[in-house]
């Protein structure tokens, strides 16, 4: 794998991403309301929408368009006031929280931009921590194998404080695919790195859908960390504003500010 800062390189030799039978993810009419009344908090305002398995989608919007509640609706860790979710052709909205919880460890990968890794445990047992909190039989193969994709050959038996921030992140993106889910979602993973540490760690995630068919729904508010997906999701007011497909960084940071320009960041609507 190819790892490359700052925009993608339209000319590289990765295979095309493609969508296997049947959706990723799939939002139907999905509204977030807070609060009620005159005092009422419209963070979505109706979202349908469709992404196809091993695809790349980036999502941004100025500050209050509604980012973070729509991730945390896609990945069943917020309820819609209204509407459908589907991850992978389950619809998640009627579960219950134990339902979810299993779903959440079994078939969803999550990254952070806090990383979120347990001090206590080494690289390897973080790595693992979906599998065992699954139920699952823990396979230390499988570690080593994504440890190895990511760059963190020999490193299982470390601390994650005894690494750079950089490779924490790496070792959460090997902890995110472990389970082989069926969606990663990564919410402002490279908002606590360095340019150079961000542009391997979008190179991975990268890899991980052209190289191993991974889904992956990314919350950015980086242009250039944008610039690395396949597609690009604008969200003003709640809703979708629209989209860019294979876009650099610098389209995607005019259509950013034209964006943020007509809507005036609208103050009150959650972020």
Same mark, same amino acid.
């Given at each position: 794998?190819?790892?490359?800062?700052?925009?993608?390189?339209?000319?590289?030799?990765?295979?095309?991403?493609?969508?296997?039978?049947?959706?990723?993810?799939?939002?139907?009419?999905?509204? &977030? !309301?807070?609060? /009620?009344? %005159?005092?009422?908090?419209? #963070?979505?305002? $109706?979202?349908?929408?469709?992404?196809? *398995?091993?695809?790349?989608?980036?999502?941004?919007?100025?500050?209050?368009?509604?980012?973070?509640?729509?991730?945390?609706?896609?990945?069943?860790?917020?309820?819609?006031?209204?509407?459908?979710?589907?991850?992978?052709?389950?619809?998640?909205?009627?579960?219950?929280?134990?339902?979810?919880?299993?779903?959440?460890?079994?078939?969803?990968?999550?990254?952070?931009?806090?990383?979120?890794?347990?001090?206590?445990?080494?690289?390897?047992?973080?790595?693992?921590?979906?599998?065992?909190?699954?139920?699952? &039989? !823990?396979?230390? /193969?499988? %570690?080593?194998?994504?440890? #190895?994709?990511? $760059?963190?050959?020999?490193?299982?038996? *470390?601390?994650?404080?005894?690494?750079?921030?950089?490779?924490?992140?790496?070792?959460?993106?090997?902890?995110?695919?472990?389970?082989?889910?069926?969606?990663?979602?990564?919410?402002?993973?490279?908002?606590?790195?360095?340019?150079?540490?961000?542009?391997?760690?979008?190179?991975?995630?990268?890899?991980?859908?052209?190289?191993?068919?991974?889904?992956?729904?990314?919350?950015?508010?980086?242009?250039?960390?944008?610039?690395?997906?396949?597609?690009?999701?604008?969200?003003?007011?709640?809703?979708?504003?629209?989209?860019?497909? /294979?876009?650099?960084?610098?389209?995607?940071?005019?259509?950013?500010?034209?964006?943020?320009?007509?809507?005036?960041?609208?103050?009150?609507?959650?972020?």
């Amino acid at each position: 794998m190819r790892l490359r800062g700052g925009t993608r390189d339209k000319t590289d030799d990765r295979p095309e991403t493609q969508g296997s039978s049947g959706p990723a993810v799939e939002l139907r009419g999905v509204r &977030r !309301q807070y609060g /009620r009344g %005159a005092g009422a908090v419209h #963070a979505l305002a $109706g979202i349908d929408l469709v992404l196809a *398995r091993g695809t790349f989608t980036a999502v941004m919007g100025p500050s209050g368009s509604g980012k973070s509640t729509f991730l945390q609706c896609a990945a069943g860790l917020d309820r819609p006031s209204a509407g459908s979710v589907r991850l992978g052709g389950t619809e998640i909205t009627g579960m219950g929280e134990n339902q979810l919880t299993e779903l959440r460890r079994s078939r969803l990968g999550f990254v952070f931009q806090a990383f979120n890794l347990l001090p206590s445990l080494t690289v390897e047992q973080n790595v693992l921590l979906p599998v065992r909190l699954a139920g699952q &039989r !823990q396979d230390r /193969r499988r %570690a080593e194998t994504l440890l #190895a994709q990511v $760059g963190l050959i020999g490193k299982g038996r *470390r601390r994650p404080g005894e690494l750079s921030g950089g490779q924490q992140q790496r070792v959460a993106i090997a902890r995110a695919l472990v389970t082989a889910p069926d969606v990663v979602f990564a919410d402002e993973p490279t908002g606590a790195l360095d340019t150079g540490t961000a542009a391997e760690v979008l190179g991975l995630l990268r890899h991980a859908v052209s190289g191993l068919g991974a889904t992956v729904v990314m919350v950015t508010h980086d242009p250039a960390a944008a610039a690395w997906a396949d597609r690009v999701l604008f969200l003003a007011d709640g809703v979708l504003a629209g989209s860019l497909d /294979r876009a650099s960084a610098e389209r995607i940071t005019a259509r950013m500010a034209a964006l943020t320009s007509r809507t005036g960041a609208t103050a009150g609507v959650a972020a």
